[in-house]
């Protein structure tokens, strides 16, 4: 007997049928299996929790990129978004602004430091080592009360530095005593300074007295003798031609007055020579004390809040009449300075038959205001560097200037920085105020001049010669066709104005391969030398 198949029947209670429409019961009757799966609950489901977990993770490592402040702790609970997404959201953006501008101030610092590091020096310090000979004959020369040489120094205080310095080489020279120089009256700015009031003569006197005899004045037995002038010295004269024509000058009297030293003498003396020009300008010619005080006070209200950079801007009237260029920020000021130029055509210093344009372009120029401005923010000055500017007023005054303190304005000189009366007892004094730059500049983190002159190039060597502190020398040749392209994006500029500069900025630079230049400019390697020439020499 065949077995009666047995039949499954689900057990629905009266009131659900009686609830579900007629379609909705052949549904669930047809799809039994369907039907008898159950969904998991969401927080169950292992995919949503792995997806939760990556955006944890995720925000985890977008903190620690962003959060580059080491003072700024994570928040306890990255996942916390899931509550909070809106607020995330907001902050999220906040973060990464935040964070862009942390990082753009961190590259700004990094260049600025990268403005006020120093040259490599290359270990080269001072080293004024004489030869045996030279001591030897110095104990000889001290003995003559024979012999007194009298010089005349013309031109501003920088020009009659370097006029000293060659008297006390030609004075060696000649084995004579030099009587302190004659600071003549300068026509331009009448000043009538004595060497005493510029500089420290008893200092003077003792840095050289193994090397030449100072007298203050001559003898009571040289009183009534007639100097002998000679006026025919030309120019890069050596010691073989001093002693050949003025040994009889001594001859009548024993006192000789020599006038217009002004870049006579050779560049290329023997070594002993070269050290001693070195002796003089770096030594001996130390600022009296009331100049040295007032320039100390200055340095230490510019050096108060951090570095600064000196300029010394060649910006007066008389600069852009004598270089045959025009100031070029605004035509009334061109055509004074051309009128002028017409008027007076002997004034121009050299090479008279260039044109503006042509000087310009050779780098004969000063540079004004504007290319100042342009040249320092191409290397990275720091817009708030304070920055001390050397030199008589600029042709225009204040506003030739507003170029740069639009871009720079903790921009100060003495007048700015000293205290009401300090400078009034030198007002009138150009030799002073000259001084007095000279020796806020001296002290800088990094000079630029905007021209060259005397000031500068004794600034280069004095720089030089204390550890090879920062100096820029504009590359303005090269670097001025860039300066007037227009279409030049303003990061290409900087980065070819950086990279004409990069060999410009103080480093050692031999004067042995720079024949004809003045070692009180360049002292290496005479007057300076480091461990390998050292041990060389010896």
Avoid at 28 to 36: D, E, F, H, R, V
Avoid at 300 to 327: F, I, N, Q
Wanted: one cysteine or more.
């Amino acid at each position: 007997m065949a077995k009666s198949k047995r039949q499954a029947y689900i057990s629905v209670p009266a009131q659900i049928i009686s609830s579900l429409s007629s379609s909705s019961l052949q549904s669930l009757l047809l799809s039994p299996k369907k039907s008898a799966k159950k969904k998991k609950p969401l927080w169950k489901r292992p995919m949503l929790w792995f997806l939760c977990f990556f955006l944890c993770f995720f925000l985890v490592i977008l903190k620690i990129g962003f959060n580059l402040d080491p003072l700024v702790p994570f928040s306890p609970n990255p996942c916390s978004f899931l509550h909070q997404e809106s607020s995330f959201s907001n902050g999220f953006v906040s973060n990464i602004e935040n964070n862009v501008g942390f990082l753009k101030k961190v590259g700004e610092n990094q260049e600025q430091s990268e403005f006020w590091k120093q040259p490599d020096g290359l270990g080269y310090r001072p080293c004024l080592r004489f030869s045996r000979e030279y001591n030897k004959w110095s104990g000889e020369n001290a003995k003559d009360r024979t012999r007194y040489l009298m010089v005349v120094v013309t031109g501003g205080m920088n020009q009659q530095r370097n006029q000293i310095v060659d008297a006390v080489v030609i004075a060696r020279i000649l084995g004579a005593a030099l009587v302190v120089p004659n600071l003549q009256v300068n026509v331009i700015w009448g000043d009538e300074s004595e060497f005493s009031d510029i500089f420290d003569l008893d200092h003077f006197k003792k840095v050289l007295a193994n090397d030449v005899r100072i007298v203050s004045s001559l003898p009571s037995t040289h009183l009534t003798s007639r100097p002998m002038e000679d006026k025919r010295m030309p120019v890069n004269v050596t010691p073989q031609w001093i002693r050949a024509n003025y040994a009889r000058l001594f001859r009548r009297g024993g006192v000789a007055l020599l006038r217009g030293l002004e870049s006579k003498l050779s560049k290329d003396l023997p070594s002993d020579l070269q050290k001693l020009r070195c002796k003089v300008a770096f030594h001996a010619l130390k600022f009296a004390a009331p100049i040295l005080e007032l320039g100390n006070k200055i340095t230490e209200r510019m050096r108060s809040k951090g570095p600064y950079l000196a300029l010394h801007l060649r910006m007066e009237k008389d600069v852009w009449v004598r270089t045959g260029c025009l100031p070029g920020w605004t035509h009334k000021y061109d055509e004074m300075i051309s009128k002028e130029r017409k008027l007076r055509p002997w004034l121009l210093t050299s090479k008279s038959n260039m044109t503006y344009h042509e000087r310009k372009l050779a780098g004969l120029c000063p540079l004004n205001a504007l290319e100042v401005t342009r040249l320092l923010k191409a290397l990275g000055a720091p817009k708030n560097a304070r920055i001390y500017w050397a030199g008589g007023n600029p042709l225009g005054g204040k506003e030739a200037l507003l170029p740069l303190i639009g871009e720079f304005p903790n921009l100060y000189n003495k007048e700015d920085l000293a205290l009401p009366g300090e400078l009034g007892p030198f007002a009138s004094k150009a030799s002073f105020m000259a001084a007095i730059d000279y020796i806020v500049a001296e002290n800088s983190d990094v000079f630029m001049p905007s021209h060259g002159g005397n000031m500068g190039h004794a600034l280069q060597g004095h720089r030089a010669y204390a550890g090879h502190k920062k100096y820029i020398t504009p590359n303005k040749r090269h670097m001025l066709p860039y300066f007037l392209n227009d279409s030049l994006p303003e990061a290409e500029f900087k980065q070819i104005i950086m990279g004409l500069h990069r060999d410009s900025l103080g480093q050692p630079e031999f004067r042995t391969s720079k024949s004809g230049r003045d070692v009180t400019k360049y002292p290496v390697p005479e007057c300076m030398c480091n461990d390998t020439n050292l041990h060389t020499s010896s």
